[in-house]
T-cell receptor, first 113, second 112 residues
Framework: DTGVSQDPRHKITKRGQNVTFRCDPI?????LYWYRQTLGQGPEFLTY????????KSRLLSDRFSAERPKGSFSTLEIQRTEQGDSAMYLC???????????FGPGTRLTVL | GESVGLHLPTLSVQEGDNSIINCAYS??????FIWYKQESGKGPQFIID?????DKRQGQRVTVLLNKTVKHLSLQIAATQPGDSAVYFC???????????FGGGTRLMVKP
């Protein structure tokens, strides 16, 4: 399977704990996006990378959130001191520069108790 | 599987009928629009896209119509099948960064 992969698929954590999610984009895709989706809503943009550079961050991305893409391939999204309001599906998407269609991974479902 | 959304607008159609899902977008400067299908517990899956210099684009069993005057998109699915049951989102690309802005979604239920 050469699509976008995300790990883990599900994460349950207690409030105040830190969590980290991983996204592996399609191999030749240099752009990588993170979105958050809550029940009943469409995905909301969080941040995006072109290669290893983080080019844009949404105001939704509070200082408890940090994303990295150190080698321009996989990316991690870390949430520190999780809150119940962080419970959501975290989606990763990738594409190539000059291509508009974004290919989504299966998402990581986070539940904060 | 886990439900994508519990309180979405719902369109219920009979198998074999045509479906029309509507979407209003917000940014008149957007030049690219895309429809995604999302099944329970999965990420969004590309269906069809259209650029702002077009009014209509057809795919296999799907057609997207764009009305820029009223900032409206529609997705038409011909001969709807049970496998089409999912939540459908429209999305627009409002800037050069290619981040997508999604609409609220419509749940399509196909009755056999």
């Amino acid at each position: 399977d050469t699509g976008v992969s995300q790990d883990p698929r599900h994460k349950i954590t207690k409030r105040g704990q830190n969590v980290t999610f991983r996204c592996d984009p399609i191999s030749e895709h240099n752009r990588l996006y993170w979105y958050r989706q809550t029940l009943g809503q469409g995905p909301e943009f969080l941040t995006y990378f072109q290669n290893e550079a983080q080019l844009e961050k949404s105001r939704l991305l509070s200082d408890r959130f940090s994303a990295e893409r150190p080698k321009g391939s996989f990316s991690t999204l870390e949430i520190q001191r999780t809150e119940q309001g962080d419970s959501a599906m975290y989606l990763c998407a990738s594409t190539r520069s000059g291509v508009d269609e974004q290919f989504f991974g299966p998402g990581t479902r986070l539940t904060v108790l | 599987g886990e439900s994508v959304g519990l309180h979405l607008p719902t369109l219920s159609v009979q198998e074999g009928d045509n479906s029309i899902i509507n979407c209003a977008y917000s940014n008149s400067a957007s030049d690219y629009f895309i429809w995604y299908k999302q099944e329970s517990g999965k990420g969004p899956q590309f269906i069809i896209d259209i650029r702002s210099n077009m009014d209509k684009r057809q795919g296999q069993r799907v057609t997207v119509l764009l009305n820029k005057t009223v900032k409206h998109l529609s997705l038409q699915i011909a001969a709807t099948q049970p496998g089409d049951s999912a939540v459908y989102f429209c999305a627009e690309n409002p800037d050069a960064g290619n981040m997508l802005t999604f609409g609220g979604g419509t749940r399509l239920m196909v009755k056999p």
